[in-house]
Nanobody, 127 residues
Framework: QVQVVESGGGLVQAGGSLTLSCAAS????????MGWFRQTPGKEREFVAV????????YYADSVKGRFTISRDNAKNTVYLQMNSLKPEDTAVYYC????????????????????WGQGTQVTVSS
């Protein structure tokens, strides 16, 4: 069982930066793929970024590529999402998700592939 808790959301002006953190419990954190997703009212939760269990491979949605960076510190059981050049369309509730790695690449893009979810943290970007 893994529990994940997001933090770091808030209100920021367009063009600004914000870093989200996701703290995970459990001794097997370093064997889990970790992903970030986001959701706005009335829309399905969408993929943002993923990092494999070793932290050596990452993948991003086209909408955030070049602006967001996902990273992890396995010693601290924490994954981060550094968000730069934020746009109003980045406004959403951001969710952290975890799943055991069973794939060579260790990358998972579909929300239905994830087992554990946090409660989400609100990010609001004002224009």
């Amino acid at each position: 069982q893994v529990q994940v808790v997001e933090s770091g959301g808030g209100l920021v002006q367009a063009g600004g930066s914000l870093t989200l953190s996701c703290a995970a419990s459990g001794r097997t954190f370093n064997s889990y793929a970790m992903g970030w997703f986001r959701q706005t009212p009335g829309k399905e939760r969408e993929f943002v970024a993923v990092i494999n269990w070793k932290g050596r491979s990452t993948y991003y949605a086209d909408s955030v590529k070049g602006r967001f960076t996902i990273s992890r510190d396995n010693a601290k059981n924490t994954v981060y999402l550094q968000m730069n050049s934020l746009k109003p369309e980045d406004t959403a509730v951001y969710y952290c998700a975890a799943r055991p790695n069973e794939r060579t690449t260790g990358l998972y893009y579909n929300l239905y592939e994830y087992t554990y979810w946090g409660q989400g943290t609100q990010v609001t970007v004002s224009s």
